[in-house]
């Protein structure tokens, strides 16, 4: 069993910044995947980044070059640095482990899940 909690999350204005903090516990952190998604108000969750164990990493397009996902195994924590905010980020954002530890962007792939953590950017 593996228990995410999320934190970071809030009210910012566009152009602004926030970074997302995810704390992992109940099984080796450093051996799974981890990824962050979103979910906006009636809409699918969306990818948004993923970090390996090896410390690959892969980013949507629409986040590339703004949002930057980091892992601590010390710590046993995933970041997301959220950088030049735009309204449409606007979402619940979800922290998510997948045990295979394999790059993945398919929700179905990871088995543990956050209860999320709100972001909104105001224009």
């Known amino acids: 069993q593996v228990q995410l909690v999320e934190s970071g999350g809030g009210l910012v204005q566009a152009g602004g910044s926030l970074r997302l903090s995810c704390a992992a516990s109940?099984?080796?952190?450093?051996?799974?995947?981890m990824g962050w998604f979103r979910q906006a108000p009636g809409k699918e969750r969306d990818f948004v980044a993923t970090?390996?164990?090896?410390?690959?990493?892969y980013y949507a397009g629409s986040v590339k070059g703004r949002f930057t996902i980091s892992r601590d195994n010390g710590k046993n924590t995933v970041y997301l640095q959220m950088n030049s905010l735009k309204p449409e980020d606007t979402a619940v954002y979800y922290c998510?482990?997948?045990?295979?530890?394999?790059?993945?962007?398919?929700?179905?792939?990871?088995?543990?899940w956050g209860q999320g953590t709100q972001v909104t950017v105001s224009s």
């Open positions: 998510a482990a997948a045990l295979g530890g394999g790059l993945t962007t398919i929700r179905a792939a990871y088995e543990y």
């Open positions: 109940g099984r080796p952190f450093s051996t799974s995947a």
């Open positions: 970090i390996t164990p090896s410390v690959s990493t």
